[in-house]
C-alpha cells in the first residue's frame, strides 16, 4: 500500500512539474534573462568562461556528485525550462538527456558527434595501436574532456552555438574562446613534454577515466573500479591486482579526491601505497571550487602527480 501512494505521489509530481514546464516556456518572454543550462562540470566550466557575464550558466549535477549515476528529479526538469539551452556530451553518453529536453521543449545541444572517442570495453587493448575512432557506439568511454583536442573542439562547437543564440555577445564569446583554447594548447603541450621520459609506464587508479590520456601519452593506468565509480571490484581483481603492484614495484595509488572505495583504501594500506589524488574531473568538489580551484588547476596538479607516479624526467 506505502508503494502505492509513492507510485502515485511521484506520478503527481511529473505531471504537476510537465504542466508549469509548459505554462512557464509559453509565457516567457525574449526579453527574459538569457540562461544557458550545462550537465556535467567541464562543460559548464568552458561554456562560462566563453560567456562570462553575459550570460547566466547552470549546471544540473552540482559540485560533489558522482555523474555516472545521475538521474534527473521532477525540480531539475523545472530547472532547465527556464533554460534557452541544455548543452551536453549528447544521448550515447549521457542517455537521460534526450528524456528531459523532450519534456521540458529545451533545446539540446549535443557535443559527442564532433568528438574524438574511444570504446571503452577494449581500452587497454586498443589505445597504443592508433585506434582512435569508436566503431561500438554503445560503449564510448565518457571521459571525452581528459583529451585535450576534445577540449578544444568543445571550445569551438559551445562558441559557435552561443554566438548564434545570441549574436549581440559574438566578438566577446570569440575572444573569450581563443584565451581558451590557448589555455588548453598549453596544457597539451605539458603533458607531451612532461610525459615524454618517464621511467614507467603503469600507475594504479581508482576509477578507471584515463583511457583518452593513457592512449595520448602511452601509459596504462590499472583500475580498481571499473569505468563508472559506482563500480565495485571482486575478490580475484584485488589478487591480481596485488601481484601487479608488486611485479612493476608500484608505489603510488591515484584516487580522485571525490570518490570513495573501501576496496582502494583496504589496498592501499595492505600494499604499503601512498595515495595521490588524481582529478577525472567529471565534478569537482565543493571545496576545491570554494577554494578557487578549477579545471585548469586541477589539470595541472595532475600532471605533477602523474610524474611522479611514473617517475618521468
Given at each position: 500500500m506505502k508503494k502505492a501512494i509513492w507510485l502515485i505521489l511521484i506520478v503527481f509530481m511529473v505531471i504537476v512539474s510537465i504542466l508549469y514546464i509548459k505554462d512557464y516556456n509559453s509565457s516567457r518572454s525574449s526579453e527574459d534573462s538569457a540562461i544557458v543550462t550545462t550537465t556535467i562540470y567541464p562543460l559548464y566550466f568552458i561554456t562560462k568562461g566563453i560567456v562570462g557575464d553575459k550570460v547566466v550558466v547552470k549546471r544540473l549535477i552540482k559540485p560533489g556528485n558522482e555523474i555516472h549515476s545521475f538521474a534527473p528529479t521532477p525540480t531539475d526538469l523545472i530547472d532547465v525550462s527556464h533554460s534557452?539551452?541544455?548543452?551536453?556530451?549528447?544521448?550515447?553518453?549521457?542517455?537521460?538527456?534526450?528524456?528531459?529536453?523532450?519534456?521540458?521543449?529545451?533545446?539540446?545541444?549535443?557535443?559527442?558527434?564532433?568528438?574524438?572517442?574511444?570504446?571503452?570495453?577494449?581500452?587497454?587493448?586498443?589505445?597504443?595501436?592508433g585506434e582512435h575512432r569508436d566503431s561500438d557506439k554503445s560503449s564510448i568511454n565518457p571521459h571525452v574532456w581528459l583529451d585535450f583536442d576534445n577540449d578544444i573542439k568543445m571550445?569551438?562547437?559551445?562558441?559557435?552555438?552561443?554566438?548564434?543564440?545570441?549574436?549581440?555577445?559574438?566578438?566577446?564569446?570569440?575572444?573569450?574562446?581563443?584565451?581558451l583554447k590557448e589555455n588548453f594548447g598549453e596544457l597539451k603541450l605539458a603533458?607531451?613534454?612532461?610525459?615524454?621520459?618517464?621511467?614507467?609506464?603503469?600507475?594504479?587508479?581508482?576509477?578507471?577515466?584515463?583511457?583518452?590520456q593513457e592512449r595520448r601519452y602511452h601509459f596504462e593506468a590499472e583500475s580498481i573500479m571499473g569505468i563508472f565509480a559506482h563500480s565495485r571490484p571482486d575478490a580475484a581483481k584485488i589478487a591480481k591486482l596485488s601481484d601487479m603492484i608488486e611485479s612493476?614495484?608500484?608505489?603510488?595509488m591515484f584516487m580522485d579526491p571525490i570518490e570513495s572505495s573501501k576496496s582502494a583504501m583496504q589496498l592501499a594500506t595492505d600494499m604499503n601505497l601512498t595515495l595521490l589524488p588524481l582529478y577525472t574531473l567529471g565534478n569537482i568538489s565543493l571545496q576545491d571550487e570554494k577554494s578557487g580551484k578549477d579545471m585548469f588547476a586541477l589539470l595541472k596538479a595532475n600532471l605533477v602527480n602523474l610524474k611522479k607516479g611514473l617517475e618521468c624526467r
Open positions: 534557452d539551452i541544455l548543452i551536453t556530451l549528447g544521448k550515447k553518453i549521457e542517455p537521460w538527456v534526450e528524456k528531459m529536453a523532450n519534456a521540458t521543449y529545451v533545446k539540446l545541444f549535443a557535443l559527442e558527434d564532433g568528438l574524438e572517442t574511444i570504446a571503452s570495453s577494449h581500452l587497454h587493448h586498443t589505445h597504443h595501436h571550445v569551438d562547437m559551445i562558441s559557435t552555438e552561443l554566438s548564434r543564440l545570441y549574436p549581440k555577445y559574438k566578438s566577446i564569446f570569440t575572444k573569450n574562446a581563443i584565451k603533458y607531451e613534454n612532461g610525459l615524454k621520459e618517464c621511467k614507467k609506464d603503469t600507475i594504479l587508479v581508482g576509477h578507471d577515466a584515463f583511457g583518452y612493476r614495484g608500484l608505489r603510488y
